[in-house]
């Protein structure tokens, strides 16, 4: 259960009640995620979160479904539930069917194509085992195709994960209930 109050749509103004309209018209999305609205406690807070999520996800050169397979693997790999939900509807909103989603979760090898395997193994050995990346490592993905600007939004939506994982996991966030309806239905 949450240890801090959230400032909800209703409550929200100034700054926090502009970062909520930027992030719901940029998002697609019909409410403000909990992570959103218990950030809004402080404000530069928030209005850091969305900056990194909109210049690291929403600008990324790599397709959205492969970006979302990336926040959905390292958020497995945390254990982070609140973070998992959303990019588990994410990918599922992206066309990820339940069988790669499975496959993200605790078989990455049982991922294709090889592209797509490499590129989500290499992040989320970026995400959890960073200090053992080995020149092979970085190989892997070169001789996918991967550019090296591709290797560096890798890296940075890698650490995203993280990042989010952390404040959701730090704040004991709740699923969101518009998340836990589209997990259900």
């Not at 218990?38 to 929403?58: C, D, E, H, I, Y």
């Not at 909103?93 to 078989?107: F, K, M, N, R, Y």
Request: proline residues 3%; contains cysteine.
């Amino acid at each position: 259960m949450s240890q801090l109050p959230r400032i909800q749509e209703t409550e929200a103004s100034g700054e926090v009640a502009n970062l909520y309209e930027e992030i719901q018209r940029e998002m697609g999305i019909p409410f403000v995620p909990n992570i959103d609205k218990t950030l809004a406690l402080s404000p530069s807070a928030l209005a850091g979160k969305w900056q990194v999520l909109r210049n690291v996800f929403l600008q990324t050169s790599l397709p959205t479904s492969l970006a979302a397979m990336i926040l959905y693997t390292v958020a497995a790999a945390n254990k982070c539930v609140y973070c998992g939900s959303i990019h588990k509807v994410t990918c599922r909103t992206v066309g990820i069917d339940e069988d790669t989603l499975a496959a993200l979760d605790s078989d990455l090898a049982g991922l294709s194509p090889r592209r797509v395997q490499a590129i989500v193994e290499f992040a989320k050995k970026c995400a959890m085992d960073r200090h053992n990346l080995s020149d092979a490592d970085y190989d892997s993905v070169r001789e996918q195709g991967v550019s090296d600007e591709e290797i560096v939004e890798i890296i940075s939506l890698a650490a995203l994960g993280n990042y989010l994982d952390t404040i959701a996991d730090s704040l004991k966030l709740e699923v969101d209930d518009a998340i836990a309806q589209a997990l259900r239905g």
